[in-house]
């Protein structure tokens, strides 16, 4: 049995729908925020993206990093984005997104 996912979250950030930075919160004292600017470039790209090739439809972006990873996922009124332990297993991901998705 997988253990809650929430142990794999090191950090949550909140973003409007147009990528700004709303909140964040991280779970270490020694965290630089440098995961929060990623996430908002990957917002600004994924707009610009959007408008040129005409995508619709996004639901969540993974980026794999070298010492963690993030999860970025789209809700009705925000992007909500989660930094995650490397070592993070598919299934707490699948987790995240399913709940992430139905709030």
Known sequence: ???DYSDY????????LNGLPKQH???SSDNDGAW???I??????KSLLACSLKLEGLT?????????DILIVKQELRYV????????????L???LENSLNL
């Not at 979250?9 to 409007?16: K, N, R, S, W």
């Not at 908002?40 to 790209?45: N, R």
């Not at 969540?60 to 963690?68: F, K």
Request: charged residues 5%; proline residues 2%.
């Open 40 to 45: 908002f470039q990957t917002l600004c790209l």
């Open 60 to 68: 969540h972006i993974t980026i794999q990093g070298s010492q963690n």
């Open 36 to 38: 929060i600017q990623v």
């Open 81 to 92: 984005g989660l930094l995650l332990q490397k070592a993070t297993p598919q299934e707490i």
């Open 1 to 3: 049995m997988l253990s």
């Open 25 to 27: 919160f991280v779970t």
């Open 9 to 16: 979250v090191i950090g949550l950030a909140t973003f409007d």
């Open 94 to 96: 699948v987790s995240v």
